[in-house]
């Protein structure tokens, strides 16, 4: 079983960037992805990187402004993101696939994904 710990949340002003880690307790041979949700939404895609990195998937809302990359050597992944908004709040997960995914409708929906991390939070408020 594959434990994962998100870090790198917090509360931040429009505009700011935050760069956000997840470390995995063991080897992830798919994919990683990052969903968040909203208060009082539902967990929503956010982005998906396989395990060498060579391709990477994004939600529309937020092409442009978020990064994915993925340290295999160190079963780690990040989520650089730059001009945060305030609808960017949310709770961020990070999570893990024992498949590699080349389908971006595969890569983005939650139930591809088994292992899962708490999450951490990210305000953004003026």
């Known amino acids: 079983q594959v434990q994962l710990a998100e870090s790198g949340g917090g509360l931040v002003h429009p505009g700011d960037s935050l760069r956000l880690s997840c470390i995995a307790s063991g080897r992830t041979n798919g994919n990683m992805a990052w969903f968040r949700r909203a208060p009082g939404k539902e967990r929503e895609f956010v982005a998906s990187i396989p395990r060498n990195g060579d391709i990477t998937y994004y939600a529309d809302f937020v092409k442009g402004r978020f990064t994915i990359s993925r340290d295999s050597a160190k079963n780690a992944m990040f989520l650089q993101m730059n001009s945060l908004k305030p609808e960017d709040t949310a709770v961020y997960y990070c999570?893990?696939?024992?498949?590699?995914?080349?389908?971006?409708?595969?890569?983005?929906?939650?139930?591809?994904?088994?292992?899962w991390g708490p999450g951490t939070r990210v305000t953004v408020s003026s």
């Open positions: 999570a893990t696939s024992g498949t590699i995914y080349y389908n971006r409708d595969l890569a983005s929906r939650d139930q591809s994904y088994f292992y």
